[in-house]
């Protein structure tokens, strides 16, 4: 059984200025780790506030946990619970702010989709080989109709991505995502946090606003900022002693050549070699913990090298091979030599799939 990570998400403010308390931001948290989310953490924080007092607290009465409508007895109770946990874990707080010139870019269900997705992309270069997200229901702007094609969503995104920046490691984990209650354990918990953050008004460099509970809680910024002036701005923080998983290839033989500085003999064999280890992925991908879950996709590519290829469907071999490449990975990253030659398999796939020149050089490179 691989690595996995449960991402939880909440929101704060209305995806829109009209929706949003004047100067405030549209943020998405998500609380990451690597194991999901247990109810002793709500009970402990439930348990603690009972016998803070003797008139019943919102929170009792209702069960769970809301920042933003619990008692400051709540607060307390809840952040002591959390940091008694010990928990380890990544915060990003991703912001979007209404008064900045690119702001009028997204609005409603759109920024809130496309906050989602930055989140989400983040895994792409961790060595998870499972990412399980519990999104928090939002009437109107994050519902099961926006969940429902998720998973192809962001791996079309992100396919498109590489073919823009494919020198960069990127891998596709198998994805889940549920839309849940504000009650949802984990949603509770990145409620909370995400609470904390805003109340601390995190800065470029330091805390500015109130940071009680966001210490309180464990939480340590480790960045913050975005690019000057532009309305999408994020922090990050861990909690405990999380640990980053980047996934890390050995770049110490540099980056590779680009398709145009390599002779067209020596193309044709990289694009051999690109199809040889889709069927070798195509081969070990059943019941693959880290493949697996591309296991149709790699079997149509193979079938399409087993038949008389076109043009279209030729690139799905190259998408089944970038889909795969790191995601196993196809090559030891350790060894830079192979490193090396891996990024120009890479780079090459990403060209057939953008490029009409690479893709007839393939076609014409299988008819010879």
């Known amino acids: 059984m691989g690595t996995e990570a449960w991402i939880y998400i909440d929101e704060s403010q209305?995806?829109?200025?009209?929706?949003?308390?004047?100067?405030?931001?549209?943020?998405?948290?998500?609380?990451?780790?690597?194991?999901?989310?247990?109810?002793?953490?709500?009970?402990?924080?439930?348990?603690?506030?009972?016998?803070?007092?003797?008139?019943?607290?919102?929170?009792?009465?209702?069960?769970?946990?809301?920042?933003?409508?619990?008692?400051?007895?709540?607060?307390?109770?809840?952040?002591?619970?959390?940091?008694n946990a010990k928990l380890n874990a990544l915060f990003v707080d991703e912001r979007w702010h209404f008064d900045r010139d690119d702001s009028h870019e997204f609005d409603g269900a759109l920024l809130h989709s496309f906050l989602i997705m930055i989140q989400s992309l983040r895994v792409h270069q961790m060595e998870y080989d499972a990412i399980h997200m519990l999104v928090a229901r939002r009437q109107g702007t994050f519902e099961e109709r926006h969940a429902k094609h998720w998973e192809r969503t962001w791996r079309n995104d992100t396919l498109t991505a590489i073919c823009s920046s494919p020198e960069f490691v990127t891998r596709f984990p198998r994805l889940t995502m549920d839309v849940v209650n504000g009650s949802d354990l984990g949603v509770q918990v990145c409620d909370f946090v995400l609470w904390a953050t805003q109340r601390a008004r995190i800065g470029e460099s330091s805390l500015s606003g109130n940071a009680d509970f966001y210490e309180r809680v464990g939480l340590k910024t480790i960045k913050s900022g975005g690019i000057e002036g532009g309305a999408s701005q994020e922090s990050m923080s861990i909690i405990g002693r999380f640990k980053m998983r980047y996934f890390r290839s050995d770049m110490s033989r540099g980056p590779g050549r680009w398709p145009q500085d390599i002779g067209t003999a020596e193309l044709g064999i990289i694009l051999k070699e690109i199809e040889e280890q889709v069927r070798k992925a195509a081969r070990l991908a059943p019941g693959n913990?880290?493949?697996?879950?591309?296991?149709?996709?790699?079997?149509?590519?193979?079938?399409?090298?087993?038949?008389?290829?076109?043009?279209?469907?030729?690139?799905?071999?190259?998408?089944?091979?970038?889909?795969?490449?790191?995601?196993?990975?196809?090559?030891?990253?350790?060894?830079?030599?192979?490193?090396?030659?891996?990024?120009?398999?890479?780079?090459?796939?990403?060209?057939?799939?953008?490029?009409?020149?690479?893709?007839?050089?393939?076609?014409?490179?299988?008819?010879?």
């Open 289 to 368: 913990s880290r493949i697996g879950h591309l296991e149709a996709e790699l079997r149509a590519a193979v079938e399409v090298l087993n038949d008389c290829a076109s043009p279209p469907s030729l690139q799905r071999v190259a998408e089944a091979f970038l889909l795969a490449c790191d995601t196993l990975p196809l090559y030891d990253p350790t060894d830079a030599d192979e490193c090396v030659r891996v990024r120009e398999r890479r780079i090459l796939a990403a060209a057939t799939i953008s490029s009409s020149q690479y893709l007839d050089l393939w076609m014409r490179y299988r008819n010879f």
């Open 14 to 83: 209305a995806p829109n200025m009209k929706g949003t308390a004047m100067g405030r931001p549209f943020r998405i948290g998500a609380l990451l780790v690597e194991a999901p989310i247990a109810d002793d953490i709500i009970r402990d924080g439930l348990a603690r506030l009972d016998t803070r007092q003797y008139s019943p607290d919102r929170a009792l009465v209702r069960g769970h946990f809301h920042a933003s409508e619990d008692s400051e007895n709540a607060h307390a109770a809840f952040a002591d619970a959390i940091s």
